[in-house]
């Protein structure tokens, strides 16, 4: 028996429940004729993409699947956008002002700029207001996309070392 699971068969089985939804499917005939689709079932159970109704052990232990239903997770799964889960899973990282200025901050005193050059800027900042803070920070991102091929290595570097 193959370990790896067959995607194809996945994928047909949670589109075909995927149109019964929100109704259950009758699996048993086809998971008794077809171990392998009762493998597949199994394994998208596992990972919440479908939920199966089964009965008692069958002689080698194994559960007899009767009936599946696609989750509302096994729907966005196989949507071309993500579904709702792609909407409702979008992260938004706030920075208050504060951070942004400590941030810009930071990086200017590390410059290799003369010292009264990085004391102007300091201040500057310092006494910037929201909306100023807003637009600079704007304009700071436009020069970092400007620059993207030029930061690539750097950015690679940075995620390589966020994977360890």
Do not use: W
């Not at 996945?10 to 149109?19: D, I, K």
């Not at 006494?127 to 290595?153: Q, S, W």
């Amino acid at each position: 028996m193959d370990a790896t699971p067959d995607r194809k068969l996945q994928r047909e089985l949670l589109e075909s429940l995927a149109t019964a939804y929100p109704s259950k499917v009758y699996v048993k005939k086809d998971c008794e004729a077809n171990p392998e689709a009762r493998r597949a079932l199994a394994y998208l159970s596992e990972h919440g993409l479908v939920t199966l109704t089964a009965a008692p052990l069958m002689d080698d232990g194994s559960l007899l699947i009767q009936d599946a239903k696609i989750t509302a997770k096994g729907i966005d799964f196989i949507a071309d956008d993500g579904g709702l889960s792609a909407i409702l899973g979008v992260v938004t990282i706030r920075l208050d002002a504060d951070t942004i200025r400590q941030l810009i901050e930071s990086r200017i005193a590390a410059s290799s700029l003369p010292a009264k050059e990085k004391k102007r800027l300091v201040d500057q900042l310092r006494t910037m207001r929201d909306h100023g803070l807003k637009h600079l920070v704007n304009k700071l991102l436009d020069v970092a996309i400007e620059k993207f091929p030029e930061l690539y290595p750097q950015l690679q570097l940075f995620i390589d070392q966020m994977k360890s």
